[in-house]
């Protein structure tokens, strides 16, 4: 099946983080440290390293429902807040986008989108796990100021919003 005729399943969620935007930015739009925060990447490469670019080529190691994904992607897009990727493998077509909104001097809003097109033999299943993947992506950036508390110390003001 061509993978643009797939049923498309979109991933939206959004965190409140108080810390500046630059910050956060550099570090959620690191893919490299994507094993920090996403409960089920168990590797992510990044050649080159670092923060988004353009070209950058990212190869994700996602482990759900007991079965482990590898999905090639290309950053499309990056500048200081934002950066969009795509690619996939005959499994799986994945795109998204994530955003880090400026919401003052200390505090910022992350916004990741995602949209997945599953096919192969786990298409069918795509209704059963959609939902439970969505909670779990949603649940591992609500807990993202506290990974960055950790890493980072203590947010500016003492606290980061949940």
């Known amino acids: ?93 994945v795109s998204g986008r994530r955003v880090v909104v400026r919401l003052g001097a200390e505090r910022c809003e992350v916004r990741v989108t995602t949209r997945l097109r599953v096919g192969g033999l786990l298409r069918p299943f795509t209704p059963l796990l959609a939902p439970s993947y969505r909670r779990a992506d949603a649940a591992d950036l609500r807990g993202l100021p506290g990974v960055l508390d950790t890493i980072l110390g203590t947010a500016p003001a003492g606290r980061s919003e949940r």
Do not use: K
């Open 1 to 93: 099946m061509n993978p643009d005729t797939r049923p498309e399943t979109t991933l939206e969620s959004s965190v409140l983080v108080h810390r500046p935007a630059g910050v956060v930015a550099a570090f959620v739009l690191d893919w490299g440290h994507d094993h920090r925060w996403r409960s089920h990447v168990q590797r992510f490469t990044c050649t080159p390293p670092g923060q988004a670019a353009v070209g950058q080529r990212l190869v994700e190691e996602l482990r759900f429902a007991g079965l482990v994904f590898v999905t090639p992607t290309v950053v499309e897009t990056a500048d200081e807040l934002s950066a969009s990727y795509a690619g996939g493998s005959s499994a799986i077509q």
